[in-house]
């Protein structure tokens, strides 16, 4: 292997990836949109930065333009300059609510999985670290957390595993070749999740179920497109009628360790 290109380096889960992969010895390039001696400049609405973060690479982690409904136009091309230079792998950041063939990230899989000789798609459950730091801010208003979950359940997942299932799957001999599923290791409300963080805050923070359309609203407020936060707080309305209410095991069968436990996670990201 010539090295592998992470893309969204800063974020949650690929400046975790690509600290999995030096820990292993893996050459890694890292990219950013802002660019410096740490980091390849890279930007999805810029097409002439693609070529030069491919250079020299055999495999890519992919995480696909933030908050576009429709990330094909900039995906499709950048695998094409992919492929022509010679690229083998790609690990792709999807979302366990997605499955291929679906608008914006299941369009995505479909390329992945068409496109490329070697590759894998990662569909998680909602990352437990969206509960801490300035992600936390989304869903925040006047001190409650706002879903539009009612009781479904989440098995949220620690970004530290996402990353990784993502280094095995980018640097396993042999090729995963298909879409995993990864979960944290139980189904939890939001009003469990409510409890957890009064419990690291030292305050009280409480669950407020609202309507789809009034999250939306506020999601947009918050400064996400209203395409996007629809889409956003639709996936909410799915996990209500229980489409996320589920353990796989994934991480364990992929890594050879358990997931980490979501009152695990949250305490030790303070």
């Known amino acids: 292997?010539?090295?592998?290109?992470?893309?969204?380096?800063?974020g949650t889960t690929g400046s975790r990836v690509a600290a999995f992969?030096?820990?292993r010895g893996v050459p890694v390039r890292t990219a950013s949109r802002r660019g410096d001696p740490r980091h390849v400049r890279f930007d999805w609405t810029e097409r002439e930065t693609y070529a030069p973060a491919l250079r020299r690479v055999s495999a890519v982690y992919l995480v696909g333009p933030v908050g576009v409904a429709d990330p094909v136009p900039f995906v499709e091309?950048?695998?094409?300059?992919?492929v022509r230079q010679g690229v083998r792998r790609v690990v792709q950041l999807?979302?366990?609510?997605?499955?291929?063939?679906?608008?914006?990230?299941?369009?995505?899989?479909?390329?992945?999985?068409?496109?490329?000789?070697?590759?894998?798609?990662?569909?998680?459950?909602?990352?437990m670290q969206n509960?801490?730091?300035?992600?936390?801010e989304l869903r925040e208003r006047d001190g409650d957390l706002?879903?539009?979950?009612?009781?479904?359940?989440?098995?949220?997942?620690?970004?530290?595993?996402?990353?990784?299932?993502?280094?095995?799957?980018?640097?396993?001999?042999?090729?995963?070749?298909?879409d995993h599923v990864l979960t944290g290791p139980e189904a939890l409300s939001y009003d469990d999740v409510a409890a957890l963080l009064t419990e690291r805050h030292g305050r009280p923070v409480r669950h407020r179920a609202v309507p789809v359309e009034e999250l939306a609203g506020h999601f947009a407020q918050r400064g996400l497109s209203p395409e996007y936060a629809a889409l956003l707080a639709a996936l909410d309305d799915d996990i209500r009628g229980g489409a996320e209410d589920r353990v796989t095991d994934t991480v364990e069968r992929v890594t050879?360790?358990?997931p980490r436990p979501f009152r695990e996670a949250i305490l030790a990201d303070e």
């Open 131 to 136: 509960f801490t730091g300035p992600s936390l």
């Open 256 to 258: 050879g360790r358990p």
């Open 21 to 23: 992969l030096r820990g």
């Open 94 to 127: 999807s979302s366990s609510a997605v499955p291929e063939g679906a608008p914006g990230l299941g369009e995505v899989h479909r390329l992945v999985r068409t496109t490329v000789p070697e590759w894998a798609v990662l569909r998680p459950s909602w990352f």
């Open 77 to 82: 091309p950048f695998l094409e300059e992919a």
């Open 1 to 10: 292997m010539s090295g592998v290109l992470v893309l969204g380096a800063t």
């Open 146 to 178: 706002l879903s539009a979950t009612g009781k479904g359940r989440v098995a949220f997942i620690d970004a530290g595993d996402i990353a990784a299932v993502a280094g095995h799957a980018l640097t396993d001999e042999r090729s995963h070749d298909t």
